[in-house]
C-alpha cells in the first residue's frame, strides 16, 4: 500500500483570502495535525519567535512548540538501514514529519500539503504522546 496526498492549504484560506505560496510548511502542518486555525498557529509560533529570538521556520523553534503541545521525536523510519521515501512510509495516526528543509501533516497514510512530496525520504517525525500510532516500512 502506497501513501496517498491530498491536498490542504492547514485552513490558510479561511483566514487569510488573499492567495499566498510558499515558505509556510511549518505553520501548515502544525496546524493540520493539531486541528486548529491557521491564525491562532501563526500567532503561537510569533509569540515563541518573539519569547526565543528565532523564526517559526527554526527547527529547534517549532520543535519547542510541538514538544510544549504533548508531541514527542522520533527517529527517521528505514528500511535495511536505509531511510525511506514518503510514499512508503504507512502511517496510521497523526504526524508531523519532517523531509529536507520541508514539514509536512501524515494521516492515516495520507500527506495533506500543498504539494505532493512523497518522493521525498522522511526524516524525524512527531506525534502527540496521547493518540495510538503505528508505522510499516513495507
Known amino acids: 500500500m502506497n501513501t496517498k496526498y491530498k491536498y490542504h492549504d492547514g ?5 487569510y ?5 510558499g515558505a509556510d510548511c511549518v505553520v501548515r502542518s502544525i496546524s493540520i495535525i493539531l486541528n ?3 491564525k491562532t498557529t501563526l500567532k503561537d509560533l510569533c509569540d515563541y519567535s518573539v519569547k526565543y529570538g528565532a523564526i517559526p521556520n527554526d527547527e529547534w523553534l517549532y520543535e519547542k512548540y510541538l514538544l510544549s503541545k504533548g508531541f ?20 496510521r495516526g497523526r504526524c508531523v514529519l519532517l523531509t529536507r528543509n520541508h514539514l509536512t501533516a501524515v494521516i492515516d497514510d495520507t500527506v495533506y500539503d500543498t504539494w505532493d512530496c512523497r518522493q521525498s525520504n522522511c526524516n524525524s517525525f512527531y506525534i502527540l504522546t496521547s493518540e ?3 508505522y510499516s516500512t513495507d
Request: no cysteine; proline share 6%; net charge positive.
Open 17 to 21: 483570502t488573499r492567495s499566498r505560496k
Open 72 to 91: 514527542e521525536k522520533h527517529k527517521p523510519p528505514r528500511k535495511n538501514g536505509k531511510k525511506i521515501q514518503l510514499l512508503k512510509f504507512e502511517f
Open 132 to 134: 495510538n500510532w503505528s
Open 11 to 15: 485552513n490558510r484560506s479561511k483566514d
Open 36 to 38: 486548529q486555525s491557521y
